[in-house]
């Protein structure tokens, strides 16, 4: 569930934007050390800018393949042209009356009109599909997931290539380890079983045809289910600036949040089946480890991880008294936050979480050696 600033921004930048930022998730503004642009590799457009403490996307620019937001480790960029539930729902439909294969097209090759619409998901650009929506397409009950994306070479968004061909290498590698025997397959041509003679009828005014156009798809959809919520449910809107939003509170930490992709990813692999290797490598988990003796037990890692994998112990939250520190690999989202601001260098961050540690719900815990610190190190922002 988007907690109530998302749906704010969500409300607010539906109408002009196909991707959505929601800042105070991006590790760069929650800390101005903080070295993740992997947006900015990613976006073919130049449509991102991520300076200290600021993530700004320019809607003009954008050409809403989905790139950034397939990368984003932290979620701070959501992609709603079409929005994840409708997505996964179109998909899985389609699914469905493939007899178990979920097909993916990208705009490009929905717009050559060869395909039943009702037999795949079209999206802008097939750098829209992430691991989250293969994962839980698969652990649903699809047989075989096939991203039909044209050629790329040939193609305005052709850059996007390799950013595919890296989703659908780290999803099969995640597939492979749980056991599973569905591999994600890409094509240059629809398969011959979804193609029709006569599909003038079946275009037109259809879903499919309308999510081709990301702008009205945010304002159709996303945009009316947010603002209904702020308004017939929740009833108020939260007006904070972004400085006010990561205030460190009282007991020290700056606000975190619920991961959604991330956990539909954990879920579906989990479903899948048990890992079959000792380690799971991808970049949508990470595991942490912290050298006790370079530690000085400051806490800042713990304060400044927006998904709260990294915390203190939750009955010492005084700043002065940091005893221990608690890791939990399920929730760490490889945004390496916590490696960027340790002014010791005590953290290290790893790809390979060892696999019991991943489904282990109970947290690691690091001891501090007990250097105590006189007072805070923040002041009133801490941002
Ligand atoms: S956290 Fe996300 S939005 Fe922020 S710099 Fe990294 S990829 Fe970009
Ligand atoms: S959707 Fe694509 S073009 Fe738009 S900001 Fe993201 S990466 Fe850049
Ligand atoms: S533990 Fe570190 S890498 Fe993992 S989510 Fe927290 S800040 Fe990011």
């Known amino acids: 569930m988007p907690n109530i600033n998302d749906i704010v921004q969500i409300a607010e930048a539906m109408g002009k934007s196909p991707v959505v930022v929601v800042p105070e998730r991006c590790a760069a503004v929650r800390n101005r050390n903080a070295t993740c642009r992997t947006c900015i590799d990613a976006c073919q457009a130049d449509a991102i800018e991520v300076r200290a403490n600021e993530l700004n996307l320019n809607a003009s620019l954008c050409v809403a393949c989905g790139a950034c937001a397939t990368v984003c480790p932290t979620e701070a960029l959501l992609s709603v042209a079409p929005p994840d539930a409708e997505l996964a729902r179109s998909a899985a439909e389609a699914a469905v009356a493939n007899d178990g294969t979920a097909v993916f097209a990208c705009a490009r090759m929905a717009a050559k009109r060869v395909a039943d619409p009702a037999l795949f998901a079209e999206v802008p650009c097939m750098a829209r599909v992430d691991e989250s929506m293969v994962l839980s397409l698969v652990s649903h009950g699809a047989m075989d997931v096939l991203l039909v994306d044209g050629n790329c070479a040939t193609c305005k968004y052709g850059v996007c ?213 006189k007072k805070s190190p923040f002041g009133a922002s801490g941002v």
């Open 161 to 373: 290539d390799a950013a595919i061909a890296e989703t659908v290498e780290q999803a099969n590698r995640l597939l492979e380890v749980h056991g599973s025997a569905v591999r994600v397959r890409r094509a240059s041509a629809f398969p011959d079983s979804l193609l029709a003679d006569d599909t003038q009828g079946m275009y037109g005014a259809t879903r499919r045809g309308f999510f081709s156009d990301a702008a009205g798809a945010a304002k159709d959809t996303v945009v009316t289910a947010a603002r209904t919520t702020i308004e017939q449910e929740l009833g108020y809107a939260d007006r904070r600036t972004i400085g006010e939003r990561l205030r460190v509170s009282d007991t020290g930490e700056m606000a975190q949040f619920p991961m959604p992709r991330h956990e539909v990813a954990i879920n579906a692999l989990d479903a899948i089946g048990a890992p079959t290797a000792e380690r799971v490598e991808s970049r949508l988990f990470g595991t942490v480890d912290i050298d006790i003796d370079r530690c000085n037990a400051c806490g800042m890692c713990a304060v400044f991880c927006p998904t709260g994998a990294l915390r203190r112990d939750p009955a010492e939250k005084a700043l002065a008294a940091l005893k221990y520190l608690e890791f939990s690999a399920c929730e760490c989202v490889q945004c390496g936050l916590c490696v960027d601001v340790c002014w010791k260098e005590a953290l290290t961050l790893s790809n390979s979480v060892p696999a019991d540690e991943l489904y282990d719900f109970e947290p690691r815990t690091f001891h501090m050696k007990g250097v105590k610190r």
